[in-house]
């Protein structure tokens, strides 16, 4: 079946720093790849998702490039803040599956 | 849109008490999700409905699980009798229909249960 599989977290970042969440999948069919994030207390929301290979998928400076030949979609940021500390979730969606597939979740903590 | 809505967003009851989770869905929306996330399982799908009638349930742990979607604009889900592994949050999705593999899933802020 399909899996998702995430970094595990948590990923502990100064302000300004580099992020990568890798991601990597397996997946019958050709899927749609989704980042999603989970701040404090509040549900998911879609933060970006790329259709089909080489699709990059971008919003609020973050990354996310659908790899085919390597079954991945990690998750990149340049500069991360504060704000940014929030649970980051790697999802998939085959054409013909009505169920979404999540991965477990990276945890980002990013410190002044 | 207001989004999901979800009720209550705390809930705290005592083991063997009737819980009941309520979700309106994003207007227009014709498929709906229940999950439950803890720390340990992760984010698990329970049930999955689609123009109100559910077609998997294969994630609802037990018989003391049942959800229910009268209408397109809401849904419950009940435990009856409740236990404290039961202790979650439990979140409410909609999207429009599936099968084209591009859907986004909008999710509900979630109900914190705590089953003392």
């Not at chain 2, 229940?34 to 992760?42: A, D, I, P, S």
């Not at chain 2, 409905?49 to 003391?64: A, C, K, L, Q």
């Not at chain 2, 236990?83 to 986004?104: K, L, N, Q």
Request: charged letters at 20%.
């Amino acid at each position: 079946g399909d899996s998702v599989t995430q970094m595990e977290g948590p990923v502990t970042l100064s302000e300004e720093a580099f992020l990568t969440i890798n991601c990597t999948y397996t997946a019958t069919g050709y899927p749609s790849l989704f980042w999603y994030v989970q701040y404090p207390g509040e549900g998911l929301q879609l933060l970006l998702k790329a259709t089909k290979a080489d699709d990059k998928g971008s919003n609020k400076g973050f990354e996310a490039t659908y790899r085919k030949e390597t079954t991945s979609f990690h998750l990149e940021k340049g500069s991360v803040q504060v704000s940014d500390s929030a649970v980051y979730f790697c999802a998939l969606f085959t054409g013909g599956s009505y169920i979404p597939t999540f991965g477990r979740g990276t945890s980002l903590i990013v410190h002044p | 849109d207001a989004g999901v809505i979800q009720s209550p967003r705390h809930e705290v009851t005592e083991m063997g008490q009737e819980v009941t989770l309520r979700c309106k869905p994003i207007s227009g929306h014709n498929s709906l999700f229940w999950y439950r996330q803890t720390m340990m399982r992760g984010l698990e799908l329970l049930i999955y409905f689609n123009n109100n009638v559910p077609i998997d349930d294969s994630g609802m742990p037990e018989d003391r699980f049942s959800a229910k979607m009268p209408n397109a604009s809401f849904s419950t889900l009940k435990i009856q009798p409740s236990e404290p592994r039961d202790s979650a949050v439990y979140f409410c999705a909609s999207s429009s229909d599936p099968g084209g593999g591009t859907d986004t899933q909008y999710f509900g802020p979630g109900t914190r249960l705590t089953v003392l």
